[in-house]
T-cell receptor, first 112, second 114 residues
Framework: KAGVTQTPRYLIKTRGQQVTLSCSPI?????VSWYQQTPGQGLQFLFE???????NKGNFPGRFSGRQFSNSRSEMNVSTLELGDSALYLCASRQAPNEKLFFGSGTQLSVL | DQQVKQNSPSLSVQEGRISILNCDYT??????FLWYKKYPAEGPTFLIS?????DKNEDGRFTVFLNKSAKHLSLHIVPSQPGDSAVYFCAASGANFGNEKLTFGTGTRLTIIP
């Protein structure tokens, strides 16, 4: 089975731009979560989608948004990029509640 | 407010010895705990988990201990191997794991010295 796939792997943007990151979960997994990893902050939860509905949301500003499609693929959008948005963005999927998360390799976003 | 804390950013251990990674949490509603391991340029991979109804869970060289009264858990790796060098994240979840987000610690970088 293919793992969680995230595209692109690397992205360089400038302040004020917007960016869209993509995630394809493991086949059969209906839940997709997004996390931000920065040095010293660990993994910060952004949001989780299950069957196209947002089930949980972390403490991030409204510039961070996401969605999930009927095929369970998910996208995350960040608008009006700030320097502090530079981070590794990780997507994770799981088949159902009470299952562990499987992570993708992440998208490394650099904001200049 | 960091609800899951890993107070040691880094740890170095001789190959063959025991590695002990620690994690503290503040939220008494957490009742499911996991450890993830992360290599550079890769996503975290699940290592081992423990439910609050247990105080120990073992899987090969990896053992997780949970002390609920102290709100503390630890991961023991014995014997440590060079391939264990990675960043280890502790994570916790509430009673309804399927509907609760995982809260992660800041990670501990483990280096195994050959």
């Amino acid at each position: 089975k293919a793992g969680v796939t995230q595209t692109p792997r690397y992205l360089i943007k400038t302040r004020g731009q917007q960016v869209t990151l993509s995630c394809s979960p493991i086949s059969g997994h209906r839940s997709v979560s997004w996390y931000q990893q920065t040095p010293g902050q660990g993994l910060q939860f952004l949001f989780e989608y299950f069957s196209e509905t947002q089930r949980n949301k972390g403490n991030f500003p409204g510039r961070f948004s996401g969605r999930q499609f009927s095929n369970s693929r998910s996208e995350m959008n960040v608008s009006t990029l700030e320097l502090g948005d530079s981070a590794l963005y990780l997507c994770a999927s799981r088949q159902a509640p009470n299952e562990k998360l499987f992570f993708g390799s992440g998208t490394q976003l650099s904001v200049l | 407010d960091q609800q899951v804390k890993q107070n040691s950013p880094s740890l170095s251990v001789q190959e063959g010895r025991i590695s002990i990674l620690n994690c503290d949490y503040t939220n008494s509603m957490f009742d499911y705990f996991l450890w993830y391991k992360k290599y550079p340029a890769e996503g975290p991979t699940f290592l081992i988990s423990i439910s609050s109804i247990k105080d120990k869970n073992e899987d090969g060289r990896f053992t997780v201990f949970l002390n609920k009264s102290a709100k503390h858990l630890s991961l023991h790796i014995v014997p440590s191997q060079p391939g264990d060098s990675a960043v280890y994240f502790c994570a916790a979840s509430g009673a309804n794991f399927g509907n609760e987000k995982l809260t992660f610690g800041t990670g501990t970088r483990l280096t195994i010295i050959p």
